[in-house]
């Protein structure tokens, strides 16, 4: 079955660092979501991306969906204390019930 | 957009005790609705989705069940837990291209 996977599992920054989240799907996506989940809290809608090759930017943070649609990054640049979280991707899974294959996640931690 | 409400937020239960979690949705009729199962520190579970009522699909076999009684209104249980249920537990519901998440239940068995 579709398989959707994420590196780094972890990643420990400095305060000020850039962080780089890269998702692999072992199929061709329509499209790809990202999902912020804060400590303690549950996983949140950041944005979907839908064209091959597409760039979309929300302040510090930077979406791309690749090419040939079966991978994504997700780029911080100057990481601030509020980025930390568990950070997935998502991609539409073709069986029944409209579902999404998560990734396994990236946990960001970073250090003031 | 939906919002989806579940409780309690937190529940500790002993082993071999009955489990009802419930989760209401507003804003969307007819939402195709998931419960999903998070360990520390892990990444997500799919355990259980419907696309209306009375009807349950099943991901994961184990001694948890599913129900949905009314439209917005989706219930999992368990007749008996065991220590390995201990999880954070999502419902969730979609709506077009978003999949909007309830704040969670955090239980534990011991």
């Known amino acids: 079955g579709q398989q959707v996977m994420q590196i780094p599992q972890y990643q420990h920054v400095q305060e000020g660092e850039d962080f780089t989240t890269y998702c692999n799907s072992s199929?061709?996506?329509?499209?790809i979501q990202w999902y912020k989940q804060r400590p303690g809290g549950h996983p949140v809608f950041l944005i979907q991306l839908v064209k091959s090759g597409e760039v979309k930017k929300q302040k510090r943070l930077t979406f791309q969906f690749g090419e040939a649609k079966k991978n994504s990054s997700l780029h911080i640049t100057a990481t601030q204390t509020t980025d930390v979280g568990t950070y997935f991707c998502?991609?539409?899974?073709?069986?029944?019930?409209?579902?999404?294959?998560f990734g396994g996640g990236t946990r960001l931690m970073v250090k003031p | 957009s939906q919002t989806i409400h579940q409780w309690p937020a937190t529940l500790v239960q002993p082993v071999g005790s009955p489990l009802s979690l419930e989760c209401t949705v507003e804003?969307?009729?007819?939402?195709?609705l998931y419960w999903y199962r998070q360990a520390a520190g892990r990444g997500l579970q799919l355990l259980f989705y419907s696309v209306g009522i009375g009807q349950i699909s099943s991901e994961v076999p184990q001694n948890l069940s599913a129900s949905r009684p009314q439209d917005r209104q989706f219930i999992l249980s368990s007749k008996k837990l065991l220590l390995s249920d201990s999880g954070f537990y999502l419902c969730?519901?979609?709506?077009?291209?978003?999949?909007?998440f309830g704040p969670g239940t955090r239980l534990t068995v011991l």
């Open positions: 969730s519901g979609r709506d077009i291209d978003t999949q909007y």
């Open positions: 998502a991609g539409p899974n073709s069986g029944a019930g409209n579902m999404l294959t």
């Open positions: 199929t061709t996506l329509s499209n």
């Open positions: 804003g969307t009729s007819n939402p195709n």
